[in-house]
């Protein structure tokens, strides 16, 4: 394996591993005095687009990083969507894309149930149909026009929000979950056994959005642009609730630290029900929409089925945000309208992405970056574990409690020193040690000895005239004051040549056992 | 109104519900995961039944076997998909829901793909007839689900209660890390919950293919069933599940002879939502806390 490999060859001397990495942050230059203008909400201090300028250390150009791209990908994605399917698609394509833009507003508000409310509650589509129901009853015995079918929607989905929100106050977890499929299928057989609403046909026949003089397109078109502003509508929705005061109580009593926030004064069982109803309105909205774009209700809103593929597009894309909602809507729609062909496959084809997220994935596709970085994490962490020779050097585990940092990179280069003069060392160098006192010595000798002479004193050679001129030994030094030499050795040396030239042999020895 | 037929009829019908009830329950308690290809389970069982029954002999017993078998090995291809490389990684029960949801979609698209969404009816096992029993009248299609599911839940008790991996199984339901700590394997215990549950879902496919037919998605409506009596019983605890059982098949039987046949999923569904909301951990149910 590669990385076997990387840890077995001498480390590439230019390779810096102080922890951590640097990050990458998008650059733009050559701004001018525009380089500290920001953009604002009104009336806020909030920017758009969160960006930092500074000066380059290196080459004092004034630099505009931006801190978070999600926007400019925001902006480009809803571009894109908005323009291309009325532009290239046939009718049952841009009808396709509208279902897309409503699933992915059901998605987008079902998120703030599931993931910001934390109630798993499986009735969103059963939401969305008491929406359409209720107001294409309206429409269709009390003669409502479109618009106030919009505005009647929300109603009905409060009303069936707040229905079920009764038993989410006493149950948790897949209990919940059970239950809302038990009340989705009981509104399926309800609305099928009940005449007035149309029995298993569905309530057709309410008012639509589209003018009757307009030509079938340009409908289609219409109840498309209509459909992408509820998508829009439900974003900023996800981005107010979630954002902002309601979703920052939920997120400080996530799962198994309600009491914690309990007792920091949150009350995040309130909060947890506003969020609830306040996305039940907004499904029920959308059921309206449904309404008055395909002309009433029918049952298949009810049915357990189409509640597998809601699920399987918010499991696809990641449960907890939105952009995960709207990819993975986007996948799955895909798939499931525009692949229609393959028949029963596609459902196949689906199931298999929906398998394979889960097994492979922990937090749908935008859980990957983390998902990839914590898998590099291990991956590192194991390598460090598996280093077994230090030579010296400090190790990334040691580098994090030394303070002073100067002390890691001294330590480092004189390992890497030490290496490149054991090289230098051969039978040829000692020999030219022993004959070349006060001549002139090769560069490789007077390497060696300059990297002797630095080294600290303590422990440091010397030589100690026993006789002058007679009788020497090696000690070696104590390095603190007051405290004498200690005798290396019992070898006596009859001159101070020799005795310096075992010193040398000594360090020499020192340096290739290191 | 007959009420002897209606004690046999619920009776007759919370023994097959009871049998995908404690193998949903069973599976709750020792893995953790909520298993909603229970029902995938069911239908390729009765598949299998009705593929014995073509090719090999409609015997009674080949085609109870064949049921028992082939929801042994979908049980435990289950447990190889979803529970296997599943188990210990982040976020499980979350993600093993999901999974076992795919598969169940898969596989039921697959059937439709293999079989047609033509129904079959597996051969009367128990003969045509009845038999009366001091004053009631008992069909044997009845009699022989009564007995047939008696014996399979006796048996299957008594090895939970006596056998070695019984013991395992036992062990693993109440404390998972605690039991690997002490030599349970997970993986070969959790295989084997997969395939004796997947056994009961198996002979409760036969069973009610003496009523119904088989079709490609025939499990879902017995998957609802089994998961409202599991949920009701309180999952995890088998005692519960028996009791939901016996319940919900009178509300059954009870709601098809005095309202009609298309009322019964409100009836039960409303039984159910009382239940949950009288007794949220349902009626015998604990495990929730307990399994931390």
């Not at chain 2, 969404?117 to 007839?129: D, E, H, Q, T, Y």
């Amino acid at each position: 394996m590669a990385v076997q490999s990387d840890i077995e060859e001498p480390r590439a001397p230019a390779a810096p591993s102080i922890v951590g990495v640097r990050r990458w942050w998008l650059v733009l230059r050559g701004h001018g005095p525009a380089s500290w203008q920001r953009w604002r909400y009104p009336f806020t201090r909030r920017t758009p687009l969160l960006s930092e300028t500074d000066y380059n250390p290196i080459t004092l150009n004034a630099e505009r990083r931006i801190l978070n791209l999600a926007p400019i990908l925001w902006v480009i994605g809803l571009l894109v969507v908005a323009v291309i399917p009325p532009l290239i698609g046939n009718n049952s394509f841009v009808l396709s894309a509208t279902s897309f833009a409503m699933y992915a507003a059901i998605n987008i508000v079902w998120m703030l149930q599931i993931s910001t409310a934390g109630i798993f509650s499986l009735a969103s589509l059963a939401t969305v149909g008491a929406g359409a129901y209720g107001s294409s009853y309206l429409s269709v015995y009390f003669g409502f026009p479109w618009w106030a079918m919009w505005l009647t929607g929300p109603l009905f989905g409060l009303v069936f929000g707040v229905i079920i929100t009764i038993p989410a106050i006493r149950l948790e977890g897949f209990y919940y979950a059970l239950l809302t499929v038990g009340i989705a299928e009981l509104c399926r057989v309800y609305v099928i056994q009940d005449q007035t609403l149309g029995s298993a046909n569905g309530l057709l026949g309410a008012d639509s959005f589209v003018p009757p003089s307009m030509s079938d397109r340009g409908g289609l078109v219409l109840g498309y642009y209509l459909g992408f502003l509820l998508l829009i509508g439900a974003l900023a929705l996800y981005r107010g609730v979630n954002g902002q005061r309601l979703g920052r109580l939920l997120r400080a009593a996530p799962e198994k630290h309600e009491a914690f926030a309990e007792a920091l004064g949150i009350n995040y069982r309130i909060a947890r029900i506003h969020v609830f109803l306040i996305s039940s309105t907004a499904l029920g909205g959308v059921g309206a929409f449904y309404a008055t774009l395909l002309h009433g209700a029918t049952p298949s809103l009810f049915t357990i089925d189409q509640l597998l593929l809601l699920l399987a597009m918010i499991v696809v894309g990641g449960i907890g945000t939105a952009e995960g909602a709207v990819v993975g809507t986007l996948i799955v729609v895909l798939f499931d309208k525009v692949f229609i062909g393959l028949g029963p496959v596609r459902l196949i084809l689906i199931a298999g992405i929906m398998l394979g997220t889960v097994l492979f994935l922990r937090g749908g596709l935008f859980g990957i970056p983390a998902q990839y970085l914590a898998w590099r994490g291990k991956r590192r962490s194991e390598r460090r574990g598996r280093h077994s020779s230090k030579g010296g050097e400090v190790m990334p585990e040691e580098a994090i409690e030394i303070a002073d940092k100067q002390a890691i990179f001294l330590r480092r280069f004189d390992a890497r020193l030490r290496a490149e003069l054991k090289q230098l060392i051969t039978e040829d160098l000692i020999k030219e040690h022993r004959r070349t006192f006060g001549k002139r010595r090769s560069d490789a000798l007077e390497r060696v000895l300059t990297y002797f002479r630095t080294a600290a004193v303590t422990d440091k050679y010397a030589i100690l005239a026993v006789k002058p001129f007679a009788e020497y030994r090696i000690v070696a030094l104590s390095g603190r004051r007051g405290v004498p030499p200690r005798a290396v050795d019992d070898q006596l040396f009859t001159s101070e040549q020799d005795a310096l030239h075992g010193v040398f042999l000594k360090r020499v020895q020192d340096l290739m056992d290191s | 109104m007959d009420p002897y037929y209606l004690l046999l009829t619920a009776i007759s019908l919370a023994s097959i519900y009871g049998l995908l009830a404690i193998g949903i329950s069973i599976i709750w308690s020792s893995l953790g995961m909520i298993n909603l290809a229970q029902g995938f389970t069911f239908t390729v069982a009765g598949y299998g039944a009705w593929l014995a029954a073509q090719n090999i002999s409609t015997n009674g017993f080949v085609v109870v076997a064949a049921g028992v078998l082939t929801g042994a090995l979908a049980g435990a291809a289950t447990g190889l998909l979803a529970f296997i490389p599943l188990y210990d990684k982040p976020n499980f029960p979350l993600r093993s829901l999901i999974a076992t949801l795919a598969i169940s979609l898969m596989g039921g698209q697959c059937l439709l793909w293999l079989f047609t969404p033509r129904v079959r009816a597996l051969p009367k096992i128990f003969g045509v007839g009845s038999i009366h029993i001091g004053p009631a009248t008992a069909t044997y299609d009845k009699v022989g689900a009564i007995v047939c599911s008696a014996i399979l839940l006796l048996l299957t008790l008594g090895w939970m209660k006596s056998s070695r991996r019984g013991l395992e199984i036992r062990a693993m339901m109440q404390n998972p890390e605690g039991a690997a700590l002490v030599g349970v394997g997970l993986r070969s215990t959790a295989m084997a919950v997969m395939m004796v549950t997947g056994a009961m879902a198996g002979l409760a496919s036969v069973l009610l293919s003496q009523t119904y037919f088989i079709s490609p998605f025939a499990g879902t409506t017995p998957l609802v069933k089994g998961m409202v009596v599991a949920l009701a019983g309180g999952l995890g605890s088998i005692a519960g599940a028996l009791i939901a059982a016996v319940l919900i098949g009178f509300v059954e039987a009870f709601t098809a002879v005095q309202l009609g046949g298309q009322y019964v999923l409100i009836t039960q569904f409303l039984f159910i939502i009382a239940v949950l909301l009288a007794r949220p951990r349902g009626i015998a149910g604990m495990i929730e806390h307990s399994r931390e």
